[in-house]
């Protein structure tokens, strides 16, 4: 009769534990995305890079600076704030992304973006060394909030196109466009 | 009797129940495409708003009412999140906008100087864009020209992942080449200038000899394929005699190159620029 209670007990706790794990680790996630501190992690494949073979070093700065740009890009989605984006992004990206965090200002809304990884293949590196274009397999939660108020939540692998191109002391991502395919 | 009214009623009822649930559903077209317009069933109304990657829609509709976003409006390809808010219950539905096609070319053509005659020197890159600013990922056809002169060459790449991109040669003839990417209703033109490669022959020969001072000349600086070198380049001539050794940098100027050396008997004097030499002089002994 002993045995059977600890036994109910035991399973009880392991399902405890089994729930609660996983329920602890996104709240937490979501805390991070809400302050905007956290890096989310970046693996990159350069065997189908052409025309150009990618040298170590830079595939160390696209990782590090692609991370950024997404780190960046959550932050200034999740505070309506242009600041981070200046920092990592140009051209085209940076265009739309100033023109969605207005939107939303405008709008009451902010978007938390729960970066769970990306898996680049670098499909571009140009003959000069200057631009970089890679195949991003990233893995978010999207959270759309208005006000205080959550009004939309999905978690997906999204398929993006990036180009990166070289600026003063970092790599920014000039176009970042998803993609279904 | 009583059955088949009873039946009758139901299946009528049924169908009410299923239209006015379908009438009150989400409904997005899974064809948009940017640039064009696009209409959306806002189910039971309220507040709509579209979350795009570079903007945010926001609508009030009433209930039953379709919404028409204008294609001016939809700009921006890629993930997009319709949310209703009110008229019975939140709602919200991810869909995709595809790009438009192919307007815009983005194109980088490197380097902007190059020598003449060298293979795979000059590289033309070009992304496609729709009119949007939106990457075109669907293979597209891009032509890529380079013409100096008389000469032209031509070559047609297709996108990969919205880039295309091509290698060529510098054609033999110095002068402003036009690099030309194209798309059937866009052009982009880059300039690269095409500059004589290393001199070739390079060849002196004393023009003067008095009071203790000889002035050495050489032809017109040409490269192998016979563009002069552009003035400026520095030809070195350097004379050799018993006293030791003097150099002599000349600029190239009106396509040749003078110096003025002492006059030393049995010197020799050679002449250099870049790494190509030239011939060389014996002062006193003849040539």
Known sequence: MRLVRILILTIGIAVAISGGLPLAKRGLSVVRAAVGDSKPEVQLNVTNARPREVEESTQQSIIRDYGRAWQGMGTALANNQMGPLNENFTGFALDKLKQRVKDQQQNGLTTRVIDRGHKLDAVFYSQDGSAIEVRDTATVETQVLEGQTLIHSDEAQVHYYAVLTGAEDRWKVRVLESSEK | MRRISFWIATFVLCWVAANWAHGAELRIPQNATAGQSLTIGAGAGGTLYLVGPGQVIKRKVQGGEDVQISGDELRNAGRWIAIVRGGGGDQSQVFWVRPGKAENVNFLAR?????????????????????????????????????????????????????????????????????????????????????????????????????????VETDPVRDCTGNAVPDGTIVTFTQTDSTGRSVVDARIKKGIARAQLPAESNARISVASGVVLGNEIRLGGGQ
Do not use: Y
């Open chain 2, 111 to 215: 380097p902007s100087r190059v020598p003449v005659n060298k293979p795979g020197v000059i590289s033309g890159v070009a992304f496609v864009f729709d009119k949007s600013q939106n990457l075109v990922i669907d293979p597209t056809k891009v032509n890529f020209s380079l013409s100096v002169g008389s000469a032209h060459a031509e070559h047609t790449a297709t996108s990969s992942n919205g880039v295309a991109w091509v290698t060529s040669s510098s054609a033999p003839k110095a002068g402003a080449a036009q690099f030309v990417a194209s798309l059937p209703d866009v052009q982009v033109r880059r300039v690269i200038e095409q500059v004589a490669s290393d001199p070739c022959n390079l060849k002196m020969k004393v023009i003067q000899r008095e009071k203790g001072k000889v002035t």
